[in-house]
């Protein structure tokens, strides 16, 4: 829970710096490609070819390209189609994702309360996030689906790698971070713009401090995190991260918000983590190890 609460703080200021400094002024391809490079530079010092299988390999470079790589395919593109505000609000629907992609990677029946709990944070955010939502909005809402699903791919896919296969995490995030490299250069190639490339200082600085710290330490901290908690904590806290970058960005870059609704919808998030572990602590046999 630590380790996701980190992350959660360091990633709020990663949608705005993101908005402010490289939106609409740095092609996408290259922000993405630059960020997950950096990386995977910062963990190629943890790669190693001994005591790992080929198939570990591959499972790890898998999660890589899902959580990092394919995930951008699906969300950059969701931009084309609808709003930021509908994007955003598109999102919530991870957590329920993560636990359904648990159940059935562990082969297990659907477990209701870890659902419920995961429906709960989702309605606490969409109370936070709702906005006006267009009438041509359906190829959005699937592009941002796809994104969500690989992206809960990922998470839970390295908590079960990990469960089989456990060895040292700062090395097997090399291998998680190649196979994002290997997806992000295709994208770069195919769909990139030589053009848009960064001009100011400050957007180098915010590249390199994406790649190698919200990138490279936090998505390293993050799936470590998820390996140390159960499904359904790791299912709410993936919409933690919404209330508080909003949080950020309207307490240094001054943006209006609505405040009743921000705090109601905190308030939700907050009662299905409660609600989460009281029914995990009276139903024990529910308990993941991790």
């Known amino acids: ?42 963990f190629v010092p ?17 999660v890589g390209a899902c959580q990092l790589g394919i995930m951008y395919f699906f969300y950059y593109n969701s931009f084309l189609y609808i709003s930021v ?6 999102t919530i629907f991870t957590p329920i994702y993560v636990t359904l992609i648990y ?7 659907l477990r209701i309360s870890y ?10 955010t969409a109370i936070i996030r709702y906005d006006h939502i267009s009438g041509d909005f359906l190829i959005g809402f699937l592009l941002v689906q796809g994104a969500n699903i690989v992206f809960s791919l990922g998470q839970v896919g390295y908590k079960r790698i990990m469960e089989l296969y456990p060895m040292p995490q700062y090395q097997a995030f090399a291998w998680v971070y190649l196979g994002a ?7 770069w190639f195919l769909f990139g713009n030589p053009q848009k490339l960064p001009t100011t200082t400050t957007q180098w600085v915010v590249i390199v401090w ?30 933690v991260v919404i209330p508080c970058g909003i949080l950020v960005n309207v307490l240094i870059w001054h943006q209006s918000i609505a405040w009743g609704r921000f705090l109601l919808g ?5 009662l299905s983590l409660v609600l989460h572990h009281y029914l995990k602590n009276v139903r024990p046999h529910h308990k993941l190890k991790g």
């Not at 905190?266 to 907050?270: D, E």
């Open 1 to 42: 829970m630590l380790y996701l609460s980190i992350v959660t703080i360091i990633w709020s200021f990663s949608f705005s710096f993101i908005a402010v400094y490289l939106s609409g002024q740095v092609d996408t391809w290259f922000a993405v490609v630059s960020r997950i490079l950096l990386a995977f530079l910062t």
């Open 46 to 62: 943890f790669l190693r070819f001994k005591n790992i299988s080929l198939k570990q390999m591959l499972l790890l470079m898998g």
């Open 85 to 90: 505000p509908e994007v955003l609000l598109f």
């Open 103 to 109: 159940d059935m990677l562990q082969g297990h029946p």
């Open 115 to 124: 659902l419920l709990t995961a429906i709960i944070a989702v309605i606490g």
């Open 181 to 187: 490299v290997i997806v992000a250069l295709i994208g």
């Open 210 to 239: 994406l790649g190698v710290i919200a990138s490279g330490l936090c998505y390293f901290l993050w799936n470590y995190g998820a390996t140390k908690v159960d499904s359904g904590t790791l299912a709410i806290m993936n919409n």
């Open 266 to 270: 905190s308030a939700v998030i907050v």
